[in-house]
Structures are given as structure tokens and as C-alpha cells.
């Protein structure tokens, strides 16, 4: 009687196997014949996991974005610059908003993400641990940051994953806006007095370096590209965007006159690309890791602000159990 129903059991784990399998295998094909995969359909656990961790850091990544411009906005140099800094830091709220609503999609709540990024579980991009010390700061985050998010966000409108895909969509064409109004501010720097070039030079020279390791690890570093390329979340590898944004950006550096902090930059004809230096490795690790110049700041003004803003949620909670009241009566 034992032996019958380890048989039985043994069976059944193997057709469940199999079952198992078979839906990983159509997931793959759908991905492959690029069907978009939504929320509802079966994914791999996986699959699931990957995404919510990259759209997640991704999300972190927009909110955390708003405070080293956010410093600036009181000091921009005239009403116009800070009408358009305001309505830019608003965008990335935005955008954070969008993400984040993709990211509860994959079956998780706002409230758990935060907390993972509250409990340093969960990464934001590193760029935005560098100190902004001048305003032609706000010029070069526009220009090489949001241009950096841009050539990296482009691919990621064909993930694979509906709801990243079209949050992808619709955040590109704000950050196009975003990208040139800092070009613009560094471009007036670059041809205003002595002092001014200086500043917007000193900028390039700071936020260079830092922009080009927002693509992440080279591709043999880094280990989460195999299944994002697999599973089309990534479109193309770190090593592949970083090299399309370095070629797109070296001209406009040159239209306006500022040159770019890198001795080995160096057009090569046979690769039909530009050929860079290395960069700091062990100064991209620690920053990722938390020990960049301002993570800890960061972190610690989101958690004050959070909490500051706990009577906010709870009078929206309110609201709309209220409404629901009026609704059902
Ligand atoms: N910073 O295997 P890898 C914006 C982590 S914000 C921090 O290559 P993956 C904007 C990585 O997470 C733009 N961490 O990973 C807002 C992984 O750690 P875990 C933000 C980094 O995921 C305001 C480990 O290193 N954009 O637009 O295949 C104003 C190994 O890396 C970084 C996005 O988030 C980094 N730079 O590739 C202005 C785009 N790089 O999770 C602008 C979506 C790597 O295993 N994300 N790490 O512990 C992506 O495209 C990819 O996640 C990445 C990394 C290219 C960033």
C-alpha cells in the first residue's frame, strides 16, 4: 500500500513538473514572437522577481532623483528657471508614480517597496549620491543624466512586461524635455562670461564620470543581464547603451564648446564608435554599495519625509473610504 502511494506521489510531482515546464516553454515562445506578457498571464517566479527589483530601483530611483535638483529651485537664476526646474523635479514624481504602479501590478504594495528601499534592501541609481554645487549642476544633470535615462529608457519601451513598456512610453517624452532644457542651461553657460563657462565645465568634468556608470557594470560583470536579455526585460546590454550614449553625447559637448573630461575619448573609425577610458570601478561599487558621498543624506531626508507626510496618506485612506460610504448608501 506504501509503495503505491510513493508511486502516486512520485507521478504526480513529475506531471506536475512537466505541466510546470510546458508553461515555461509557451512563456518563452510568447516572449520570443515579442507578445508583450500583463500582469494577469503566468509568468516564472522569477521572470516576476526580476522585474519587480528593477522596476522598483527604477521607481526609487525617480523619487530619490528630485532632491539633488530640488535644492536648486529656490536659488534658480530667474522666474523662468524656476518655473521649468519646478515642473521638471514634478515630472520625476510622475514618474516615480508610474513605476511604482507598475511595479504593484507584479502583485506587490507601494508600502513594501518603500519599506525595502527605507531598509537599504532595495538600490536607486547611483548618480543621484554626487553632491549639486553650482547651478550649472542643474545643466549637466539635465543633459548627461536625463540623456543617459533616455537612451537606456528608448530600449526599455520594448521590455517585454505591458505595463513597464507603456510607463516607458509615456516617461520618454517628458524626459526628451528634460534632456534639452539642461543642454540649454549649460549651452548659455558655455557662451556667457569666463566665470560661467567655468562653472558649466566644472560640471561636465564632475557629473561625466558618474553618468557614464549609470549604465551599470560591463556586461562581464554583471550578472542579472543573461536573464533580462533571455526574457527581453533588457533590450540591450549595459556595454551596449553606454557606448550608444557616449556617441550621441561627444558632439554636443563639442557644438558648445566644453570638452569632456577624458583623455582616451577617441573616434575609431573601424568600430564606427568612440573608444573611452576606463572608469573608477571601486568608486562606482562603494556609491552602489551606500558609501557615496551622499547616500546616506539621501536616504535619511526620504525617511524624514515619509513619515512627515504619514497625516497626508492617511487623509487620502479617509477620503476614500468615505467616498466609498456615499457610494454604497
Ligand atoms: N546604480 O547585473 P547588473 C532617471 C546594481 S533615473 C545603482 O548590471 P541590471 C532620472 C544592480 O541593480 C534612471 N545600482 O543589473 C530621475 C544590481 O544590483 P542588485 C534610473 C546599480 O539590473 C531624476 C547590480 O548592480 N534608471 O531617469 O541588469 C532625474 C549588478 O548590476 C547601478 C533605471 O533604473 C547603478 N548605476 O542593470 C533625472 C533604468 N548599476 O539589484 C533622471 C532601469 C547596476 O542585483 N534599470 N546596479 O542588488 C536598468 O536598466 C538596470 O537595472 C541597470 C542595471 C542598467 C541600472
Redesign the pocket.
Same mark, same amino acid.
Given at each position: 500500500m506504501r509503495q503505491i502511494s510513493y508511486v502516486l506521489k512520485y507521478n504526480l510531482i513529475n506531471l506536475q513538473y512537466k505541466f510546470y515546464k510546458m508553461t515555461e516553454e509557451n512563456f518563452q515562445k510568447r516572449i520570443d514572437a515579442e507578445k508583450k506578457i500583463e500582469p494577469k498571464d503566468w509568468m516564472p517566479t522569477d521572470y516576476r522577481k526580476h522585474l519587480v527589483?528593477?522596476i522598483s530601483?527604477?521607481a526609487h530611483?525617480?523619487v530619490i532623483?528630485m532632491q539633488p535638483?530640488g535644492n536648486w529651485i529656490s536659488r534658480a537664476p530667474s522666474l523662468r528657471a524656476k518655473m521649468i526646474l519646478l515642473a521638471k523635479v514634478q515630472d520625476?514624481a510622475g514618474h516615480g508614480l508610474y513605476l511604482y504602479s507598475a511595479c504593484e501590478t507584479l502583485g506587490i504594495s507601494r508600502e513594501e517597496l518603500v519599506q525595502q528601499l527605507h531598509d537599504g534592501k532595495a %538600490?536607486?541609481?547611483?548618480?543621484f549620491n554626487y553632491p549639486t554645487l553650482s547651478w550649472a549642476d542643474m545643466g549637466a544633470?539635465g543633459w548627461l543624466?536625463?540623456g543617459a535615462?533616455i537612451v537606456?529608457q528608448v530600449s526599455?519601451q520594448r521590455t517585454s512586461y505591458g505595463p513597464y513598456s507603456r510607463g516607458m512610453v509615456k516617461i520618454c517624452k517628458e524626459e526628451s524635455f528634460?534632456q534639452r532644457q539642461g543642454y540649454e542651461i549649460m549651452a548659455e553657460m558655455a557662451k556667457g562670461t569666463k566665470e560661467q563657462k567655468e562653472m558649466a565645465q566644472d560640471a561636465l568634468n564632475r557629473f561625466w564620470w558618474p553618468s557614464i556608470?549609470?549604465?551599470?557594470?560591463q556586461d562581464s560583470d554583471?550578472?542579472?543581464?543573461r536573464n533580462?536579455m533571455k526574457w527581453k526585460i %533588457?533590450r540591450q546590454t549595459?556595454d551596449e547603451l553606454r557606448q550608444n550614449f557616449i556617441d550621441k553625447t561627444v558632439g554636443q559637448a563639442e557644438i558648445i564648446g566644453l570638452i569632456i573630461p577624458d583623455k582616451d575619448l577617441k573616434w575609431n573609425k573601424e568600430r564606427g564608435h568612440y573608444d573611452f577610458g576606463e572608469m573608477d570601478w571601486n568608486e562606482f561599487w562603494n556609491v552602489?554599495n551606500g558609501n557615496g558621498p551622499c547616500n546616506k543624506q539621501r536616504l535619511a531626508h526620504h525617511r524624514r519625509v515619509h513619515d512627515e507626510g504619514e497625516w497626508v496618506r492617511n487623509a487620502a485612506k479617509e477620503y476614500a473610504r468615505k467616498q466609498e460610504l456615499v457610494k454604497s448608501n
Open positions: 527589483r528593477q530601483q527604477h530611483s525617480e532623483g535638483e520625476e %538600490k536607486y541609481s547611483s548618480i544633470i543624466v536625463d535615462a537606456n526599455l528634460h556608470m549609470m549604465f551599470g557594470p554583471s550578472p542579472r543581464t533580462a %533588457k549595459n552602489v
